[in-house]
């Protein structure tokens, strides 16, 4: 725990002690008079007091920006100094990663200095960076009206043990099936005449989860239908676990004029996947793609690196299992253990060192194979303090960019979704979030409309 003089920086502070140690107490006292930042930092015996030249801007936002990045090094440097651990990402957290190199851009100053130097970012972090920022700068520039729909199924065919989600075992939830997509046709048809009423340009659509696909097949159709006509310049159903995929689906996604899909085996491991509760093997995922070769989809894979049992050598043999079937886009995810999972707190975690070394590794091989990186997010407690990265070799998905960087409105529909309007050239955004629990989602569907017209009311 954080015991600091400012309350608005703890949260921030707590992030950065959270890379080191899962408890510790450390105090912090900052002092601030015009142009320089004092510091004294204690941690059991270990003490350090410095300072900083800075100017913090005047305006109260611009202050505690500032003021925060500057307290987030000098604790990083102490904690640092005290382990003797450097991580990739340094003292950045709690702003997504490219979206900062390109406010740092913005104002004009020296981005290696700042993040190698400042930050204590590792070289081969900000080249993936650089890589990003240039990969996705043409999804960046959306109009005012622009706004993607997403639409969100919390079920799948079990339950992985490293899942936090909000998602329902569809065995055990079946009951809910048809009420959930009552009430989910229902607000797709107020979000449809909301896109018509106030002239909003609808740019991707995106149906994600949970596993869309595990849902009764004439459920799926029912909510497609209920999409027709829209015509997104983008348009991805997540359809997921490998073994839920199969020929009838596929041809009713087509039909539908389904543009992305996703088959995620996670691992090529048959032992790791029974041991994380994927109720399906590697040879489902190699059934999946060759259904998927007779169809125009984009096709996206996901794999997780620090799999419990998997170290650097098993990820890379994953990665090489997938590459052979030539998925268009490959998104390497860092495991993330937060509380609602199963296999929080009961796995032997890898080294935050061998997840780094894991992570160059599958750069390297991703990018010899034509793959370019072209979004990163990165979430608390996942292995390493590393990232997220979606690599494609062919059309990025817009989606996904807007949704990472924030650069666009997003429409959301189900439960637990969250509808975000982005106010451009504001620096703000406004949220509503509907309820997590299916129950109150299906009971509320009337407030949850009106919520979200007035969010996207007049000014
Ligand atoms: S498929 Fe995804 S959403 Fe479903 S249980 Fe597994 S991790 Fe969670």
Do not use: W
């Not at 930092?41 to 109260?60: C, F, H, K, Q, T």
């Amino acid at each position: 725990m954080i015991k600091v003089n400012h309350s608005f920086l703890e949260a921030d502070l707590n992030d950065v002690l959270r890379l080191f140690f899962t408890e510790a107490d450390v105090e912090c006292q900052f002092d601030y008079q015009p142009s320089v930042l004092r510091f004294r930092l204690s941690y059991g015996v270990n003490e350090r007091i410095g300072e900083y030249s800075v100017a913090l801007p005047e305006d109260a936002l611009g202050y505690r920006r500032i003021f925060k990045r500057y307290a987030k090094v000098a604790l990083y440097e102490f904690l640092s100094d005290i382990t003797g651990k450097s991580l990739p990402y340094g003292a950045l957290t709690g702003i997504r990663p490219a979206k900062l190199l390109r406010q740092i851009r913005a104002e004009g100053e020296d981005e290696s200095d700042y993040f190698l130097n400042f930050l204590h970012v590792k070289p081969q972090k900000l080249q993936l960076l650089q890589q990003i920022v240039e990969a996705q700068a043409d999804a960046l520039s959306e109009e005012e009206t622009a706004v993607d729909l997403y639409v969100g199924i919390p079920f799948c065919n079990g339950r992985c043990s490293y899942c936090s989600f909000v998602s329902s075992d569809i065995n055990k939830a079946g009951t809910l099936v048809v009420p959930y997509v009552d009430a989910l046709l229902g607000e797709i048809a107020d979000t449809v005449a909301l896109i018509r009423e106030r002239g909003l340009q609808l740019k991707t659509l995106y149906i994600g989860g949970g596993t869309p696909s595990s849902l009764p097949l004439e459920q799926i159709e029912r909510i497609l239908s209920a999409l027709d006509g829209l015509s997104p310049s983008e348009y991805t159903f997540e359809a997921g676990r490998p073994d839920s995929i199969h020929t009838e689906l596929l041809e009713l996604l087509a039909r539908h004029g389904v543009g992305r899909i996703s088959v995620n085996p996670q691992t090529v491991h048959d032992e790791t996947l029974r041991a994380i509760g994927r109720r399906h093997t590697f040879a489902d995922y190699e059934r999946a793609m060759a259904l998927c070769k007779d169809y125009p989809f984009t096709v996206n894979t996901d794999l997780i690196m620090g799999l419990p049992g998997e170290g650097t050598e098993e990820f890379c043999a994953s990665l090489s299992g997938v590459m052979a079937h030539q998925p268009h886009d490959i998104t390497v995810h860092t495991l993330c253990l937060k509380s609602g999972s199963i296999l929080k707190e009961k796995t032997e975690r890898l080294s935050a060192d061998t997840t780094e070394q894991t992570s160059e590794q599958a750069y390297r091989m991703l990018t010899e194979n034509g793959y370019i990186p072209y979004y990163v997010y990165r979430q608390k407690y996942s292995a390493g303090a590393l990232e997220n990265t979606g690599y494609s070799r062919g059309k990025i998905c817009r989606y996904n960019v807007h949704n990472m960087e924030e650069v666009c409105s997003v429409l959301a529909c189900g439960a637990n979704a969250i509808t975000k309007r982005v106010f451009m050239g504001e620096s703000r955004i406004e949220r509503y979030a509907n309820p997590k629990d299916i129950p109150t989602y299906i009971a509320k569907l009337s407030a949850i409309n009106e919520g979200k017209r007035k969010l996207f009311g007049e000014e």
